[in-house]
């Protein structure tokens, strides 16, 4: 007998950045985060757990058709290990319940975009496992209760567990029990939230988020000064989103992503994530605030070359005219959102940006998308994996 289930989560991208562990063991945090979560529709990780008597030997997992393997005591056990134990709690209390918690896993899972490239695969990979084995495990626990184990997986996939605008709060217990992720506000609240990400290269990045965090937490003197003012800017940050004051937003957005990079800049070898093109998107973008008086964009960058650019769907046509016009991309951008474009704002002066523009590909490609929901179920059809228990899409 088998049971199984799929699941779908979305990708989500920092506003105030999480950069920094106080515990690398449970993955807790220097300092409290908060992002925003992006449409499942265009960016997601899918995954199939099945648990079945008549699996042999021990778990296994495809990501994208190639089996990685599941460490010892490495994050993808921890996060499988707790959420058995918590069916395992289940099929004590109640002997009509079957053991699937006894039975060996098989789990595939897909990325339907760059995997290990600053696109945030590691947050919405680590939230679709959790979504399909608590799924295939019928567990009741909260999707905040949910948080604190994807937190295990990859601090950032905590927040994928959630739609909307989403806080990781530090906490400060040493276990960890209140080191999880809440909803600030739904998707609903805000949808004319937008975002245009800038895909300057999608090759596997130099330096993790995990060793890099490290690394500043152990040298840069500059960390303090950051972690002193990020309890302030996430009470602004919440405001702003609350009460939908995008130049707020911009404004903040804007300056924990230059903080952040700053503090990379601060380590000890020097961490550089940012290139010639995301520089000169960044001053794209600030003289598109400039020329129009109030902000309408924000830029944010993750450990990586590729901008995010927040704006507003009304504002998104001429982000999108600026981007197209200065950053020629190889690959066609069809717009799924259709917003059209718009006329750069008077006053615009283009010499920010080197004359002409770039060269075709140096942004290789645009994906526009919005705030979005959070994990979904999907049915029986949708599995990944075959009748024998191998994974159906092979890369
Ligand atoms: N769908 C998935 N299921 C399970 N694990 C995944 C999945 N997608 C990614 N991962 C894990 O996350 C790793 C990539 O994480 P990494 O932090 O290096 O990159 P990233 O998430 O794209 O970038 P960042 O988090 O810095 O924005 C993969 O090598 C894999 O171990
Ligand atoms: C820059 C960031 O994207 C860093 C994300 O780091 P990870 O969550 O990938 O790190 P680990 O917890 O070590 O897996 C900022 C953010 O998402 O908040």
Redesign the pocket.
């Known amino acids: 007998m088998a049971y199984q289930a799929t699941a779908t989560a979305p990708v989500n991208?920092a506003v105030i950045k999480y950069w920094g562990k106080r515990d690398t063991a449970l993955i807790l945090p220097t300092n409290s985060s908060l992002s925003v979560t992006l449409d499942q529709d265009h960016l997601r990780?899918?995954?199939t757990s099945r648990a079945d008597a008549a699996f042999q030997g021990p778990d296994r997992?495809w990501?994208?058709g190639k089996e990685?393997e599941i460490k010892d005591g490495g994050?993808?056990w921890v996060c499988i290990k707790e959420l058995r134990a918590w069916r395992r709690e289940m099929e004590e209390s109640d002997s009509a319940l079957p053991k699937l918690s006894e039975w060996p896993l098989r789990?595939a899972?897909?990325?339907n975009f760059?995997?290990?490239?600053?696109?945030?695969?590691?947050?919405?990979?680590?939230a679709?496992?959790v979504s399909s084995l608590s799924t295939l495990y019928a567990l009741p626990q909260s999707a905040s209760e949910l948080s604190r184990i994807a937190r295990q997986?990859?601090g950032?996939a905590c927040r994928s567990l959630f739609g909307g605008f989403v806080a990781w709060r530090e906490g400060t217990s040493p276990d960890g029990s209140d080191s999880l992720a809440e909803q600030v506000e739904p998707a609903s609240h805000w949808p004319e939230m937008q975002a245009l990400i800038c895909v300057v290269s999608d090759a596997?990045?130099g330096t993790?988020?995990?060793s890099g965090m490290q690394r500043t937490v152990a040298t840069s003197p500059l960390l303090s000064a950051r972690l002193a003012g990020v309890p302030a800017r996430m009470k602004a940050m919440e405001s702003a989103i609350t009460s939908r004051d995008f130049p707020a937003f911009a404004e903040l957005t804007m300056a924990d992503s230059n903080q952040f990079h700053a503090v990379c800049l601060d380590t000890s070898p020097p961490i550089f994530y940012l290139n010639d093109v995301s520089r000169a998107i960044i001053a794209l973008v600030e003289e598109i605030n400039r020329a129009n008086t109030t902000p309408i964009a924000a830029y944010t960058f993750?450990?990586?070359p590729n901008a995010v650019i927040y704006a507003q769907a009304k504002d998104m046509p001429v982000i999108i005219t600026a981007v197209k016009k200065f950053f020629p991309t190889e690959q066609e951008f069809t717009d799924p959102l259709k917003v059209g474009e718009a006329p750069l704002p008077q006053g615009f002066n283009d010499t920010v940006v080197r004359h002409g523009g770039w060269e075709k590909g140096a942004v290789k490609a645009l994906i526009h998308t919005r705030v979005g929901d959070g994990p979904r179920v999907l049915g029986e059809s949708d599995s990944l994996l075959g009748e024998n228990g191998l994974p159906k899409v092979l890369a």
């Open positions: 991208i990780s899918t995954t997992l990501l994208n990685e994050r993808l789990i899972s897909y990325n760059p995997t290990a490239a600053g696109l945030a695969s590691s947050a919405s990979g680590l679709a496992l997986g990859s950032s596997k990045k993790s988020s995990t993750d450990a990586g």
